[in-house]
């Protein structure tokens, strides 16, 4: 009896560590299931359209009659408006997490770190209309030239939804600092700002940079800002003026028309969607490599 | 401080400290304004949404389908379908995640599998929610045929927060003291035992705090639903789940609505702000003060958990 209930007891444990493993295991097979997706319609695009001409001709018109599939001026796109973001992003949300871990007080840090989690909980698509009807207006009586679409202001929104996510992952960083390093210095007789720029910052900067990647990853995805505020316009240009178009906003223009199954304008967003995720997958795994190896250090 | 070389080394020495101090305070300032500038950025986008759609917020916009006029518009489809991928994101979601997150954290021994598994899951947290969409679309709406259908869209949504809630119960676990899982192992308890009636409910606040926020993100996201085909403009919707009607038993329940196609609020949005007529602009801002509403709202709970047990759990 006693041996019976053992059994049935050792029997659960087991199947439930097996039922466990799987739920895992599922995450695996997610990325398994993105990579064959991608995989098995962007190959049935490149039957019809040249890995070369992809790559390297300079025109999109995937919808025109005079076809092209010319992968660079969306990546110009993509690239412009990232850029623009993270220029936003990294000044103010490094300044700010120098600030949260030097200077402000327990009380204050226990204030702005929830509110700016809220910054972050912003549904992308309040990001896009506050873009388009709030910010290029205003930038406009600036800058009488900027189009009614443009990447400027996509950009810049779009560095202020990432200024929470470099400021807390950058500020983890900072904490992560030995206390000792920061007394030494000023036992040396530095002030706070020498402390944070000469021993802070530098023994952070894996962690900060590490954050970084993962912004400007977070910025080549972002999705519904630029499919709003940006145009729809792909156009090789680095101005920041005029209207364009990025990877994620053409991918959001074709899923919204009815473009047939089987197509080849339906596969290219699949061919998009694969550039896409190889570019984010190098720099998530790069980001994720750098943060593991400031934790060693320091735990 | 006669010697006149000295009192040049000094002079310039309280010059440069100066300096110093002033740039100290001088930075103070910059990253107060730092600070400043995303919150002061997100109380003029609220300001401004309320002063453009606050007037259509009446109880006609929530009971009315969208419609050509744009005074005449309304969420109803929208804002039921949200309910509707939400609740099935979280059935699929929130088992498989606390599941995985529990084998990783406690079951998993320290090997090559675990530490792929581990990359893999860092970097399923950092893919663009569009190519979630992709997956969707090819594997759910394509491959297994599910149409437009809510179940398509609550299937994607769920993958997609799978490692939020992953990483988030990995950490509530982790919190737990070592000398718990000790002295239930010490009284004979099975490691499913010890998980079920010891890990679980000490961790079970800090999890509840990141699936919430898991699914205010759920609520907000807009691209992987627009991805795999959910419809801009619907003027019914889904079955319902319950019907109170016809002859005996008079209640009647069906999953026949999970098949049906749907549109959630910020598709909904997504649809008034791209349209070129201004009356549009105010739904989408009316939109967006519902769709605000639930994500804040959702968040302060999540904050206030997070704060509650902080305070209460001291090991």
Request: hydrophobic share 55%; aromatic share 10%; net charge positive.
């Amino acid at each position: 009896m006693l041996l019976k209930r053992k059994f049935i007891l050792k029997t659960k444990e087991i199947l439930i560590e097996r039922l466990l493993f799987f739920c895992s295991l599922l995450s695996v097979v997610t990325t398994l299931g993105i990579i064959l997706v991608l995989l098995f319609e962007t190959l049935d695009f490149f039957k019809e359209v040249p890995v070369w001409q992809f790559l390297t001709d300079t025109q999109w018109t995937p919808l025109f009659v005079n076809k092209h599939f010319g992968i660079l001026p969306l990546l110009c796109g993509t690239f412009l408006t990232t850029l623009i973001a993270i220029s936003v992003a990294i000044p103010v949300g490094l300044a700010s997490a120098v600030y949260l871990s030097e200077y402000a007080s327990l009380k204050i840090r226990n204030i702005v770190k929830p509110l700016m989690e809220i910054l972050a909980a912003v549904p992308t698509v309040v990001y896009g209309y506050f873009a388009l009807l709030f910010v290029t207006p205003l930038l406009r009586k600036i800058i009488p030239d900027l189009s009614g679409f443009n990447s400027l202001s996509s950009g810049i929104v779009m560095g202020i939804m990432i200024i929470p996510l470099i400021s807390s992952l950058s500020e983890d960083a900072m904490r992560a600092v030995p206390m000792g390093l920061r007394e030494g210095a000023y036992a040396v007789g530095s002030n706070r700002l020498q402390v944070a720029l000469r021993i802070v910052l530098p023994a952070a900067l894996s962690g900060i940079i590490a954050a970084s990647i993962l912004a400007i990853s977070r910025a080549i995805g972002e999705t519904m800002i630029v499919a709003i505020a940006a145009g729809q316009q792909p156009r090789l240009t680095l101005n920041p003026l005029v209207p364009i178009q990025t990877i994620t906003a053409y991918i959001v223009q074709i899923s919204l028309g009815d473009t047939p199954h089987g197509t080849l304008e339906y596969r290219t967003i699949f061919a998009c969607g694969m550039s896409l995720f190889i570019m984010t997958f190098i720099l998530n795994i790069f980001s994720f490599k750098l943060k593991r190896r400031f934790q060693e250090i320091y735990e | 401080m006669n010697n006149p070389a000295l009192s040049k080394i000094n002079s310039s020495f309280v010059r440069k400290s100066g300096v110093n101090r002033r740039l100290d305070s001088g930075f103070r300032i910059l990253g107060i304004a730092s600070t400043a500038f995303g919150l002061v950025v997100l109380l003029v986008l609220i300001i401004d949404i309320f002063l453009d759609g606050a007037d259509r917020i009446k109880w006609d916009f929530f009971v009315s389908f969208p419609s050509r006029k744009p005074e005449l518009a309304g969420i109803l489809s929208a804002w039921v379908g949200t309910v509707w991928i939400m609740v099935l994101t979280a059935l699929i979601a929130l088992p498989l995640g606390i599941g995985a997150g529990i084998y990783l954290e406690e079951y998993a021994r320290k090997n090559y599998l675990t530490n792929f598994i581990e990359i893999n899951i860092a970097n399923l947290a950092g893919v663009p929610s569009v190519i979630y969409g992709l997956l969707g679309l090819g594997l759910f709406v394509r491959y297994f045929n599910l149409d437009r259908s809510v179940l398509a869209g609550g299937l994607t949504l769920a993958l997609l927060i799978l490692p939020v809630i992953i990483l988030s119960t990995r950490e509530a676990l982790r919190a737990i003291p070592s000398s718990i899982r000790e002295a239930s192992y010490a009284l004979g308890a099975t490691k499913w035992q010890t998980v079920q009636h010891q890990l679980f409910p000490a961790a079970l606040g800090n999890i509840m705090t990141g699936v919430i926020l898991a699914m205010s993100r759920a609520a907000g996201e807009t691209a992987p639903l627009i991805t795999i085909g959910a419809l801009t403009y619907i003027a019914f919707l889904p079955q319902s789940p319950v019907a109170f009607s016809g002859g005996f038993p008079f209640i009647h329940f069906s999953l026949q609505g999970l098949f049906d196609p749907f549109t959630v609020l910020p598709i909904q949005i997504f649809n008034w702000v791209s349209r070129p007529q201004k009356g549009f602009f105010a739904d989408a801002a009316a939109g967006i003060i519902v769709l605000l509403g639930l994500t804040l709202i959702m968040n302060a709970i999540a904050i206030l958990l997070r704060h509650h047990y902080q305070k209460k759990v001291r090991w």
